[in-house]
């Protein structure tokens, strides 16, 4: 997952993140799954709460450029919701589906092109990343 939030995180410098319905195990500080939007702040903040996840087990991160006002589609964000739901004003909504599956919804071509490319090797099972 940190690979992924610091690739969003190169073509978006000054991200605002923002997570919701977090769910994972280990030292992190995800503590409140609450689906309600809750800003973390910069990308550094953001990995270093990612760094010490053993296992995502659901969640929402979600990048909002900078001096952008955070729009979000409604007042929760859910891991499950529609795949060609609204991202509001984010450029990048990354959900976590358990550690082993994380999708990626971006109005950017730049992170679809960057995300695409850096774990392609994983997508063809090449590279244990």
Known sequence: MGAVVAAVGALVPAATWFVADVEATGASGFRDASAKPREVGS?????????G?????????VAIPPSTPAVFRSAELWTEDDESADL????????????????????????LSAVSTRFSAVLRGDDPC
């Open 43 to 51: 990308t550094e903040m953001l990995l270093q709460q990612v760094a």
């Open 53 to 61: 996840v053993d296992q995502f087990l659901r969640g929402v991160l």
């Open 88 to 111: 509001g004003s984010a450029v990048a909504e990354i959900r976590a589906f358990d550690t082993s599956y994380i999708d990626v919804a971006t109005v950017m071509e730049s992170i």
